[in-house]
């Protein structure tokens, strides 16, 4: 929008709202606050002539005592457009003085710090006309409390919006002031967590109108929702599959398979290295946004693994394999911990690390054979198809290329093969994207959770290794006394209270661990988690829980966030832990709580036009809906049993057992001498034991 216009927009924007609702300078000529900091994306900007603070008292105290307002400057280290204003203002001497002049400058990493970033993009949702992301750039008084907010600009824009909101402090403060709290207002009004209501019985026909809904906006030809740009939205696929299995509708099987063909096979997908980028620019999964963040792969190896267990389908086997293998050599600490997201850029360019011209292929392949089959089978164009480059994207008519060259599938896939790895090993010659290191306690437990899935898809014994160790690295080095959670970890440090989804997560993967070692110390630590996140997150009238503890320093507003997106909200995630976690426990405590959260839902469920903003909360609705298997597996070939069970798709089924009974409620009375029985069981009561996995498969279905 136009600056001229923020202030008539802004005002009666809040009132209907309120109404309604009741690279870096290496020459370090100038460094600035960032520089004790250990964030990736803080430190980008630890030279920069803006004179930048990290999100904290000294910066919100400095604004008060220098009467300033306040810049809040929120982006991430993998994100394109960050590092373009970056370099276009921020380096900039003319735009440094102008904002050290006027204003207290913040940054943050919104990885870090996400608490901080859903108050400001509330703001900017609320305030802008336009659409919000990130650099998210907002404006706010000397107390924090926001006056309007926007994402990237210009250099020539961005000095234009610095000078307005510099003179209207000084002209008309009364009006920012005015403004200032309407917005505060409006964010505590959209934010606050709702009481619970009484709603009417869940039912199967709810789930098949969400199913319905989502199919309404498919793009049946590509796969994904209708549009662009395009994100996986793992969620959604998740329970588009478990509904074809629940229900025979092979249409919800159709359009997810149809999506995650899509997916692997355009260049959205690494073809050379695994590993899917963040999203697609346009409706054909061609063209990707390059950056590799952890948690868009660690939901799509959950999401492929449920895949292959229920298809078969030998592709999808291959993206996981080679997806881990990407994870295991690129975003995985030597301590097992993992990374949280590579670049989109490098050598300045967006993209540049991936793609390929065909002097750069010949170059390597030679002039034969191989570089052209090469080319045809993944689209390569004499200009290029991408900027003048090429993307890998993999020809959809492989009988073309079969035919021309007189090939043999096996000849094929082999050239395809071998032509790759040589390409594989020149690529990584090249300067890399940048990594940001830090480890970020969410992101950590659902890749924890991709490779238990993983496990039990594939059972290869190093997902499952990989599985532990990682949870064990996260008990260790973020979770603290009391059961008290830290966010990220970077250098040996570990640091920033955790928030909802970080316990909610975490909670998920070691109920996971549980699931493939059958090692009751993760149910322990998992109600410990859960516990001590019901204390402390709470909302005192609303079964919700606020995204932030209540041992954090106070922001303008306590949030509940409950919309699932790229990531499910934490408050999903955590109903679907505490059912799971008290079905496993027999502690009708945490399955209560999950279903209160589910019954608030339900109206905006039924009420929405977007669907896939609730796929979380739908799967959770589906388990209370078709209640869950307890799939107990006791005696000496446990292992065994579990192993040949996991290899299908039960996605309502919970595993549980050992060699013995254990401690576990459900298991008591279970072990039979010298046998090894599997009993499969709903709200306690057992079907008759089976010695066989397929015979207990055979009892689900």
């Known amino acids: 929008m136009r600056i001229s216009e923020w202030p008539r927009f802004c005002l009666f924007g809040l009132l209907v709202l309120l109404a309604s609702c ?14 004790n900091e250990n964030s990736p994306y803080l430190l980008q900007h630890a030279h920069n002539p803006v004179n930048w603070y990290p999100w904290g008292a000294e910066a919100l105290q400095k604004a008060k005592e220098e009467d300033k307002l306040i810049v809040i400057s929120v982006g991430y280290a993998a994100c394109h457009w960050c590092h373009v204003m970056e370099h276009e203002s921020f380096e900039d001497s003319t735009v440094a003085r102008i904002m050290n002049e006027n204003f207290v400058a913040i940054k943050v990493d919104r ?7 859903n108050i400001y993009m509330t703001a900017c949702q609320l305030a802008a006309e336009g659409g919000c992301g990130w650099p998210l750039n ?3 008084l000397p107390n924090g409390q926001p006056v309007w907010a926007g994402t990237y600009f210009p250099k020539k824009e961005w000095l234009e919006v610095l000078k307005y909101f510099a003179d209207l402090y000084q002209t008309d403060r009364d009006k920012l002031e005015e403004y200032g709290q309407l917005l505060a207002e409006g964010i505590q009004s959209v ?15 709810a789930l098949q109108t969400g199913a319905s809904a989502i199919l309404e906006q498919a793009d049946l030809q590509f796969g994904g929702l209708k549009g662009a740009p395009k994100f996986p939205l793992p969620s959604v696929f998740r329970f588009l599959l478990r509904q074809h299995v629940l229900t025979g509708q092979d249409s919800l099987l159709r359009f997810a398979t149809t999506t995650l063909d899509a997916m692997m096979s355009g260049g959205l997908y690494d073809h050379l290295g695994g590993g899917f980028a963040r999203y697609s620019t346009d409706t054909q999964w061609e063209v990707p946004h390059f950056e590799k963040m952890l948690y868009d792969n660690a939901q799509l190896v959950s999401l492929y693994s449920e895949a292959y267990q229920l298809t078969g389908k030998e592709a999808y086997k291959t ?7 990407f994870i295991a050599r690129e975003m995985t600490s030597p301590e097992g911990g993992f990374y949280s997201s590579l670049d989109a850029d490098s050598e300045g360019e967006e993209g540049r690390f991936y793609t390929w011209t065909a002097e750069e292929v010949t170059a390597v ?14 689209s390569f164009r004499p200009g290029g198809n991408w900027e003048g480059r090429n993307i890998l994207i993999r020809e959809k008519n492989v009988q073309k290329i079969l035919d021309e060259y007189k090939l043999s599938s096996s000849e094929l896939n082999q050239i395809i093969a071998d032509a790759g790895s040589k390409l594989f090993t020149a690529r990584a010659k090249r300067p890399r994207p940048g990594l940001d290191d830090k480890q970020v306690t969410s992101w950590n437990a659902m890749m924890i959770s991709g490779y238990a899935h993983a496990f039990q898809a594939l059972q290869t014994p190093g997902y499952r290794d990989a599985a532990v160790r990682a949870g064990e690295l996260l008990q260790e080095k973020l979770v603290q006394d009391e059961w008290r959670i830290l966010r990220t970890y970077k250098d040996g440090q570990a640091k920033i209270n955790g928030f909802l989804d970080d316990y909610a997560f975490t909670i998920e993967a070691f109920l996971d661990l549980y699931a493939i070692t059958f090692e009751e110390k993760w149910l322990e630590r998992a109600e410990a988690l859960a516990q001590y996140a019901l204390k402390h997150f709470s909302a005192e009238d609303s079964p919700m829980l606020y995204y932030t503890s209540d041992l954090d320093p106070a922001l303008i507003a306590r949030t509940a966030k409950t919309e699932d997106n790229v990531i499910p909200s934490g408050n999903s995630t955590m109903g679907r832990a505490l059912l799971h976690l008290g079905t496993y426990l027999y502690d009708t405590t945490y399955t209560q709580r999950a279903r209160q959260m589910l019954h608030r839902m339900v109206g905006e469920m039924e009420e929405t036009t977007a669907p896939s903003y609730f796929s ?12 869950l298997y307890e799939v107990a597996i006791v005696g000496e070939a446990f292992a065994e049993r579990r192993q040949a069970l996991q290899q299908h798709y039960l996605p309502n089924a919970l595993f549980l057992g050992g060699a013995d009974e254990g401690s576990l409620e459900l298991l008591k009375g279970k072990l039979q001498e010298g046998e090894t029985f599997i009993y499969v069981c709903q709200n306690k009561v057992c079907q008759l034991p089976v010695h066989e996995a397929e015979e207990a498969v055979r009892q689900m279905q």
Do not use: I
């Open 22 to 35: 009741g690279g870096s300078n290496q020459a370090h000529k100038h460094t600035n606050a960032l520089v």
């Open 111 to 117: 990885e870090e710090r996400p608490d901080v970033d």
């Open 138 to 140: 907002a404006f706010a």
């Open 191 to 205: 934010s606050r967590p709702k009481p619970l209501e009484e709603s009417s019985e869940l039912s199967p026909d």
């Open 319 to 325: 993206v996981l394999e080679e997806t881990l293998e």
């Open 365 to 378: 392949l030679g002039e034969g054979q191989a570089a052209q089959v090469f080319m045809d089978y993944y």
């Open 616 to 627: 979380n909360w739908t799967n959770l609705y589906s388990e209370l809906t078709y209640p």
